[in-house]
């Protein structure tokens, strides 16, 4: 019987007379059960690959990302080239690496902005309700009837083409999304009664907002954050192909793709890789993602 | 129903205001003055002087009418619009609604198409993986969602093109048949119909739970008529939701499709609108576009209200 409690428990097993209770901090909860998700688990070993792979491009390869050499233009795969080089010569593997470093920064920088913006909107939305709570989500709706990449599209449009822009742009998109599950994660947090009792020994509403609330809707706000880095990463390159970002000698993988777009006769190899490249963070990003939200709360629904 | 009816549509009417609003201001939000950089290249052309008259900057200005108070350069926009008219575009001074209204048969054309797919490709996939959880079927069309929901839709299209367009010389790449549509269409419908496959398949799982179903199979129907008669009519209902959200991806894809296609269409229209920094231009497009979201998430919800009689309206 004791061992079943135990083992329900997730407890070491009781030896003799003296009882060792392995208590597990959350934290350790939660990492148990990422591991034991393959496909986050996957997901993990291949992002940091990935980030491995861009941090150290100069060490796995000595080609220059801008380097043009007119003498090796359109060639295929091959040992010294592993994914071939592209009509000026350039080699695709090391373009696809330094512009690796790009989507990263993108996804990241982009995350930020939508956290930054977001999250205290959210928190201001939920946690002082009336006038504050209704002005804001008329504000979230408004910016929701701009569908996917439109309201990233507007944004550059007012504040022009550009990398940083359009950083700014796509950050700017993912606010609603923050905003509105913050704001719900908050008026559910609310109802809890450690909240109540915190009222009862006389803390005030910021107090109970950033001591309280704040930590207990925190694992809705770290998925979504993950999610939102592929996500970014994906509208990133999109626009980038538009011609909102970055201008054509950079190694960006929506670039390359726009690049590589005129040659697809001649070399597919140069339109297949960055293409793959933003496929794989993407999922990879997706898997540590929905690894993270079962692991932190399994019964945690996601937009 | 007819008041809520009511209600839904009056609850719209703010949020078609709000965007009004926010397309109006875009013209006001601009780090740059777009009277000052119109003027400047109307200079430029005649006298190399960079320095615009101060006379014709107001002349300019008077023009545009950005001289009024903002309430009423507000209100004189949203009834232009109402009216179809959305100024004149800064490049080449034709009128921005025949522009866009000239373009907007292509890209209706574009969306229908790739609405087809994603519906048929989401749903005959989503049914498929429901049917039988865990099955071979299962995991396939899972991974295809899986595929769909994470790869650039600007890729699949130069791979479709290349592929079928042309390494097997099996579909045009361009021309404006029906046959061209038909990558277009692939490449603009395959991300919602893999958002539609996994909410088919979650949501067809759980009513294969439900009681009504072992009914019909203890009755001694076959699978398929258990499936697509009493299950599937339950288990759309969620699905319809996500199709009207996922009208606005087809909105915002069909830039990225038109562009990889180099197909004529209001999304290519307004990206050269960006680049060129012809506001107007892009101002008609978003607010065309918020409002054909904002309205088709309302025919979604009376539609949602119809099929559903079980949702109140209170």
Redesign the interface.
């Known amino acids: 019987m004791a061992e079943i409690a135990d083992k329900v428990a997730g407890r070491a097993p009781t030896t003799g007379g003296r009882q060792r209770i392995h208590v597990r901090s959350r934290a350790n909860l939660v990492f148990r059960r990422f591991v034991a998700n393959r496909g986050a688990t996957a997901g993990a070993v291949a992002l940091s690959f990935l980030i491995l792979a861009a941090a150290s491009a100069p060490i796995l390869t000595p080609y220059d990302y801008a380097r043009i050499a007119p003498s090796s233009t359109y060639q295929r795969p091959s040992t010294e080239h592993p994914f071939g080089t592209d009509r000026f010569g350039r080699d695709v593997f090391a373009r696809v690496l330094y512009g690796g470093r790009l989507s990263l920064q993108v996804g990241l920088i982009a995350t930020a902005v939508g956290t930054g913006i977001g999250v205290p909107a959210g928190l201001a939305a939920g946690g002082i309700g009336g006038t504050v709570d209704n002005v804001l989500m008329r504000v979230i709706d408004v910016m929701l009837a701009f569908p996917g990449l439109l309201l990233a599209i507007g944004i550059v449009a007012i504040l022009g083409t550009g990398l940083t822009n359009l950083m700014i742009a796509v950050g700017i998109g993912s606010v609603p999304g923050f905003a509105r599950v913050v704001r719900g994660s908050v008026l559910a947090a609310r109802e809890h009664e450690y909240v109540l009792a915190a009222r009862a020994i006389g803390c005030t509403e910021w107090t109970m907002m950033v001591r309280h609330i704040l930590p207990n809707v925190m694992a809705p706000i770290i998925v979504l954050a993950t999610l939102n880095v592929g996500s970014a990463i994906l509208a990133g390159s999109t626009l980038n192909f538009l011609g909102m970002g970055a201008k054509p000698p950079s190694p960006e993988w929506g670039i390359m793709l726009a690049d590589g777009r005129d040659t697809l006769t001649r070399a597919w190899w140069v339109s297949v890789f960055p293409g793959l490249a933003i496929m794989v963070t993407t999922m990879s990003i997706n898997f540590v993602g929905d690894g993270l939200r079962q692991a932190l709360d399994p019964r945690m629904k996601m937009p | 129903m007819q008041r809520y009816l009511a209600r839904r549509l009056i609850q719209t009417i703010?949020?078609l205001l709000?965007?009004s609003?926010?397309?109006f201001l875009?013209l006001h939000?601009?780090?740059?003055d777009p009277v000052r950089m119109l003027a400047m290249e109307a200079t430029t052309g005649t006298a190399p002087t960079t320095e615009v008259s101060d006379e014709m900057y107001q002349s300019l200005r008077r023009q545009l009418g950005l001289d009024r108070p903002l309430p009423e350069q507000f209100v004189r926009f949203v009834w232009k619009a109402v009216h179809g008219d959305f100024g004149k575009s800064f490049r080449n001074n034709r009128s921005v609604g025949e522009m866009l209204f000239e373009q907007l048969p292509h890209t209706l054309r574009l969306a229908l198409a790739g609405l087809s797919v994603m519906l048929a490709m989401g749903l005959v996939l989503g049914v498929a993986a429901g049917q039988r959880p865990n099955s071979w079927l299962d995991t396939a069309s899972m991974t295809v969602a899986?595929?769909g929901?994470?790869?650039?839709?600007?890729?699949l299209g130069?791979?479709l093109?290349?592929v079928f367009a042309?390494w097997l010389n099996l579909l045009p790449a361009v021309g404006t048949g029906p046959a061209a549509l038909l990558l277009p269409a692939i490449t603009l419908g395959f991300q919602g119909s893999a958002i539609i496959a996994r909410l088919t398949r979650s949501s067809l799982v759980e009513v294969m739970h439900s009681e009504y179903v072992r009914t019909a199979r203890a009755k001694g129907l076959r699978d398929r008529r258990v499936v697509l008669r009493h299950a599937l009519r339950n288990a759309l209902i969620p699905v319809v939701t996500v199709v009207g959200?996922q009208?606005?991806?087809l909105?915002?894809?069909a830039?990225?499709t038109e562009?990889?296609f180099a197909r004529p269409g209001v999304g290519r229209l307004?990206?050269q609108?960006?680049?060129e920094?012809d506001?107007p231009l892009?101002q008609g497009f978003?607010l065309l576009?918020?409002v054909a979201?904002?309205c088709s998430n309302l025919l979604v919800d009376v539609f949602y209200a119809v099929i559903d009689p079980r949702i109140r309206y209170a």
């Open positions: 703010p949020v709000g965007v609003l926010a397309v875009m939000a601009l780090p740059v899986i595929f929901v994470s790869m650039p839709i600007f890729w130069l791979m093109l290349y042309l959200l009208f606005g991806g909105l915002s894809g830039v990225v562009t990889v307004a990206l609108g960006v680049i920094r506001f892009v978003v576009a918020g979201y904002v």
